[in-house]
């Protein structure tokens, strides 16, 4: 069972998946097809498989470099901000 962080809650997909896929959707100009998916994996990304697996299947806690990887073929990279104090 993966570990749970209770400075990073989420049930079902983590949020990065959709992150990501958002990403993805705003790169190409509509919704994610799975020709898009091969697009990343010839970019230098991860198999399309598994990129699929995120957005259409059931992989819920992709890795960090992998999620990184993919967004990097298409040109991007991750970037930590300081988060919004809730009230």
Known sequence: MA????????????????????????????RVTKKDTKQIELG?????STVNAWFFGKTQRPQSATLEAAGR?????RQWVKMKEEK
Do not use: W
Request: glycine residues 14%.
């Open 3 to 30: 570990k749970l962080y209770s400075a990073y809650l989420f049930r079902g997909k983590d949020k990065a998946i959709d992150e990501l896929r958002t990403v993805v959707e705003d790169h190409f100009g509509h």
């Open 44 to 48: 230098g990304g991860p198999k399309s």
């Open 73 to 77: 073929a298409l040109g991007f990279r």
